[in-house]
């Protein structure tokens, strides 16, 4: 069994219909995604086309009520605080999003699935599989 968190960009690529699940995602996996991706989901919803919106809001509301969502609390700030000293440390700017959601896999000791592997390269302690 693994500890995963579902990136944004996995998400999309599953919408649609990019990434076939059974091959990224065992049986006996513990999946999740953090409190930022359901923002990004929803933007996604909110400016779609006329002809995709009620289709990936039902998309959206099939993640939300299948999948846990890890919130930002303590845990995930204390993480987001080093990750963020990482990062300028490095003179790399990270997304903030992407810096949230790599907070989270680290305060859960999650793996993330993602599409960007780039997005969290070089952050200590952030473990990423990449679906494509």
């Given amino acids: 069994m693994s500890l995963l968190l579902l990136d944004t960009t996995f998400l999309i690529d599953a919408e649609r219909g990019g990434v076939d699940l059974d091959d990224a995602i065992e049986d006996d996996d513990d999946v999740a995604i953090a409190a930022v991706t359901v923002a990004e989901l929803l933007v996604g919803v ?33 993480e987001h ?8 440390s490095q003179g790399r700017p990270r997304g903030a999003h992407d810096l949230l959601i790599a907070a989270t896999a680290r305060a859960t000791d999650r793996t993330i699935v993602t599409a960007d592997q780039d997005a969290f390269t070089d952050l ?9």
């Fill in 46 to 78: 909110r400016l779609a086309s006329r002809k995709r919106r009620d289709a990936r809001q039902v998309y959206v509301e099939e993640i939300l009520e299948s999948l846990p969502i890890i919130a930002y609390d303590r845990n995930v700030a204390v």
């Fill in 81 to 88: 605080a080093e990750l963020l000293v990482a990062a300028r």
């Fill in 124 to 132: 200590p302690g952030v473990a990423t599989i990449s679906h494509r």
